[in-house]
Structures are given as structure tokens and as C-alpha cells.
């Protein structure tokens, strides 16, 4: 079984490239982020044509989540249970720092699929230090954590996915140092990802892949993805029972080329028990000609 996470920055904007990579990668369960859309609005007939079931939890113009799966869709949960988010359908402008509450947002949706309890998440860029933004950022991890105590144990088979905006440790990062000082590499937001492990689930691609120049996200802006500079904040973190039976696992850089316009992250693929269908990532040619143009700068 193939697994996979991508935030997509739009499903609306993104759906060709969405219905294109699900051609190509052919996972049996995707978990999707920043859909940006309300249930209502969100388009299902595509991801049932190509087989998959979907389930969806948005508020409108901000956030929202997904799972697309092929191998079933048992037990759904959204905002880890506590209740309506808010409606942002009709707002222009997101929240003020005072009013920020991303606890009131759509970034928690989770089910079991193929035997799996998955869950799609979105974690809070956090912005800036020392903000409101980045103390929500904190607590929401926190939920996170009580989460998994209040509905989830280290012996299930369990997988969160996602972009979780913060990078597990300097090795996932283009440059630590230009990166110090920010969110993302924050020792607080780090402790918060450090927790998910204590408790027992496992960083499954960085236990797979210990290459320190492979990332999930780059800034549109200044050819960074083209220079690969670049983190990784989108993470799937699995029980042990779980990361066992992993047999490959690979970020496509090939699918944050697009087409047609891509997002600016790149989906992050796990198989279990055997090989899915096979894909070419692009990270070989990529980090040559990288290395090429670094030696000739």
C-alpha cells in the first residue's frame, strides 16, 4: 500500500496536477493540505472516477484537509473531536493576530483506511517569533500531542501526515544558519515534534532516506527550488508497527515542477509490505546540476 502527503495550495488551482500525479504515483491513500475550500464546494467526481473515496474537512478560503483513499474509509474524525470550525467562505482577510485561534481552523481530518488510522494535518506557519502566531503554532502541537493520549496508543497502527511547518532537525534545512532566528527552526517548535516521537511514533522518511539535501518545500521566490534550497516540513510520522513495514519511501521532487502550475510543496511517498507503482523523483540529475553550477559560481 502507498501513502502519500502533499499540501497542494489550492485544490481548485491544483486539480489537474492533483489528477495527473494520482496517474502517475497511483497511491491507495493521499492526504491532502490546504485544499483552501468548504465541503460543499470541493470537487469529489474527479477522485471517484480515478477510484478514490474522499473525505474532507475546510471552512472556505483558508486551510482545510483531506483523504483520498482506495482502500476504504472507517471512523472519521475532524478537528480531533472537538466540534465545528469556524466558516471563512466569505472573509477576505484572515484573522488578526488577536483573534487567531487555530483551534477554530480546519487543520485536523483523520480516518482508518486499509487497517491505518491516517490523519491529515496542517500545522500554523507561526510567522514570526515571540507573536500570537507563533504561541497558537505551539498550542496546537499541544493539542496534537493530547490527541494522540486521548484516542490513539503507541502499539496502533497509526500514521500522521502532513505539513506540519517545522523541520525535525538542522539536517532539513538548506542552511541553518541563514535559517536561524525563524520559525520552522525554532527549538520550541522542534520539542513539539520530538514529543510526537516520544511517544512513540517514528520520523518513517528521514528513517528511510538519511540524505540531509532532499526537501519537501521551497519558496517560489529567487530560484530557490532550482538551487535546492529548501526544507523538509512535510513529514509522516508512524507507529513502529507501522514504519516495519515500510519498504521504500521518496519526496517526488519531479511534481513541485508541476504541471501545470505547481505548488510550492512537493508530495512525500511511503510504500508498505512491497513496492508500489514506480516513479522517478528527479533528485539524481537535480542535485548534479546543483552541484555543477555551485562549483562554477
Same mark, same amino acid.
Request: aromatic share 8%; net charge negative.
Given at each position: 500500500?502507498?501513502?502519500?502527503?502533499?499540501?497542494?495550495?489550492?485544490l481548485?488551482? #491544483?486539480?489537474?496536477?492533483?489528477?495527473?500525479?494520482?496517474?502517475?504515483?497511483?497511491?491507495?491513500?493521499?492526504?491532502?493540505?490546504?485544499t483552501?475550500?468548504?465541503?460543499?464546494?470541493?470537487?469529489? *467526481?474527479?477522485?471517484?472516477?480515478?477510484?478514490?473515496?474522499?473525505?474532507?474537512?475546510?471552512e472556505? %478560503?483558508?486551510?482545510?484537509?483531506?483523504?483520498? =483513499?482506495?482502500?476504504? *474509509?472507517?471512523?472519521?474524525?475532524?478537528?480531533?473531536?472537538?466540534?465545528?470550525?469556524?466558516? !471563512?467562505?466569505? @472573509?477576505?482577510?484572515?484573522?488578526?493576530?488577536?483573534?487567531?485561534?487555530?483551534? @477554530?481552523?480546519?487543520?485536523?481530518? =483523520?480516518?482508518?483506511?486499509?487497517g491505518?488510522r491516517?490523519? !491529515?494535518?496542517?500545522?500554523?506557519?507561526?510567522r514570526?517569533?515571540?507573536? &500570537?502566531?507563533?504561541?497558537?503554532?505551539? %498550542?496546537w502541537?499541544?493539542?496534537?500531542?493530547?490527541?494522540?493520549?486521548?484516542?490513539? !496508543? &503507541?502499539?496502533d497502527?497509526?500514521?500522521?501526515?502532513?505539513d506540519?511547518?517545522?523541520?525535525?532537525?538542522?539536517?532539513?534545512v538548506?542552511?541553518?544558519?541563514?535559517?536561524?532566528?525563524?520559525?520552522?527552526?525554532?527549538?520550541?517548535?522542534?520539542? #513539539?515534534?520530538?514529543?510526537?516521537?516520544?511517544?512513540g511514533?517514528?520520523?518513517?522518511y528521514r528513517?528511510?532516506? &538519511?540524505?540531509?539535501?532532499?526537501? !519537501?518545500?521551497?519558496?517560489y #521566490?529567487?530560484?530557490?527550488?532550482?538551487?535546492? *534550497?529548501?526544507?523538509?516540513?512535510?513529514?509522516?510520522?508512524?507507529?513502529?508497527s507501522?514504519a516495519? %513495514?515500510?519498504?521504500?519511501?521518496?519526496i517526488? %521532487?519531479?511534481?513541485?515542477k508541476?504541471?501545470?502550475?505547481? =505548488?510550492?510543496?512537493?508530495?512525500?511517498l511511503?510504500?508498505?509490505?512491497?513496492?508500489g507503482?514506480?516513479?522517478?523523483?528527479?533528485?539524481?540529475?537535480?542535485?548534479?546540476?546543483?552541484?555543477k553550477?555551485?562549483?562554477? =559560481?
Open positions: 500500500m502507498r501513502i502519500a502527503t502533499w499540501n497542494v495550495n489550492s481548485k488551482a #491544483r486539480l489537474e496536477a492533483v489528477e495527473l500525479w494520482l496517474g502517475r504515483a497511483q497511491p491507495e491513500v493521499l492526504l491532502l493540505q490546504e483552501k475550500l468548504a465541503d460543499d464546494d470541493v470537487p469529489e *467526481m474527479p477522485f471517484r472516477m480515478a477510484g478514490y473515496e474522499l473525505l474532507h474537512h475546510g472556505g %478560503r483558508w486551510n482545510g484537509v483531506a483523504i483520498a =483513499s482506495k482502500v476504504g *474509509m472507517e471512523a472519521p474524525i475532524t478537528n480531533f473531536g472537538d466540534g465545528p470550525v469556524r466558516e !471563512s467562505r466569505s @472573509t477576505k482577510d484572515a484573522p488578526s493576530a488577536e483573534d487567531f485561534d487555530p483551534l @477554530t481552523e480546519a487543520r485536523m481530518v =483523520s480516518a482508518v483506511c486499509g491505518i491516517v490523519a !491529515s494535518l496542517y500545522a500554523p506557519n507561526g514570526e517569533l515571540d507573536s &500570537p502566531w507563533y504561541e497558537g503554532k505551539l %498550542r502541537f499541544d493539542r496534537l500531542r493530547a490527541w494522540l493520549d486521548e484516542a490513539a !496508543s &503507541p502499539g497502527a497509526l500514521l500522521l501526515g502532513g506540519l511547518n517545522v523541520t525535525p532537525t538542522d539536517d532539513d538548506w542552511d541553518a544558519d541563514a535559517a536561524h532566528g525563524a520559525t520552522h527552526v525554532s527549538e520550541p517548535e522542534r520539542a #513539539r515534534l520530538a514529543a510526537l516521537r516520544d511517544w511514533l517514528v520520523d518513517i528513517s528511510y532516506q &538519511p540524505a540531509s539535501d532532499r526537501f !519537501s518545500w521551497y519558496d #521566490r529567487a530560484g530557490m527550488f532550482h538551487k535546492n *534550497m529548501g526544507m523538509r516540513i512535510d513529514l509522516l510520522y508512524g507507529s513502529r507501522v516495519d %513495514r515500510v519498504t521504500w519511501a521518496e517526488d %521532487r519531479e511534481a513541485r508541476g504541471p501545470p502550475t505547481p =505548488s510550492d510543496h512537493a508530495p512525500v511511503i510504500d508498505l509490505d512491497e513496492p507503482t514506480p516513479i522517478e523523483a528527479g533528485w539524481e540529475g537535480a542535485l548534479t546540476r546543483v552541484k553550477r555551485s562549483k562554477s =559560481s
